[in-house]
């Protein structure tokens, strides 16, 4: 957790640097703009008083273990990395953590898009633990307004398929 605003501040702006780096080197067209379009939301923590990086680490996969041991084929193990438990468990304890402190009133957005910058973050925060490693982010502050701007939601039909 950064409780430095100033260091928050400068670690976006390290971010946003290493996106115009990316910029100058990319010679293809839809790339740079894609990016260029993106950075505000990568650093769209810059002005919080708190940011909260979340690591998680791996671990063996008994069922990949065993069906690999037993020489099943390449797309099939494939299968079972796919749903990776580390990122699920992570992803469990960041969604309470997003919700306990809304009900606190609080505000937060739920970030990976400045993970394309890992070596840049770790740099700047000066943290590195083995086996761990940077699965998300969230600021964490009051918010200016009390309007929340929500994206449509997709129709129920569309996400759910009823069998
Ligand atoms: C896994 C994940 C990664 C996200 N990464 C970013 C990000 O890097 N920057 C950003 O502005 N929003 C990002 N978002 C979107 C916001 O967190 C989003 O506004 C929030 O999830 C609210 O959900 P809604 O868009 O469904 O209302 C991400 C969302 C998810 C679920």
Redesign the pocket.
Known sequence: MIRDKNKINDLAQDISNKADEYINKLDNEDMKNDLKRMIS??T?FKNAPVLILIYGSGYENDAYNMQKYLGEDEEKLQKLLFPTAPIQNVSAAMENLLLATSNMGYGT??????IFAVDVIENHIDFKKEGYELI?MTPLGVPIGDKII??MRKPLEEVVTYL
């Open positions: 939301y990568y769209i957005c739920w970030m990976t898009g400045p998300a929500q994206p």
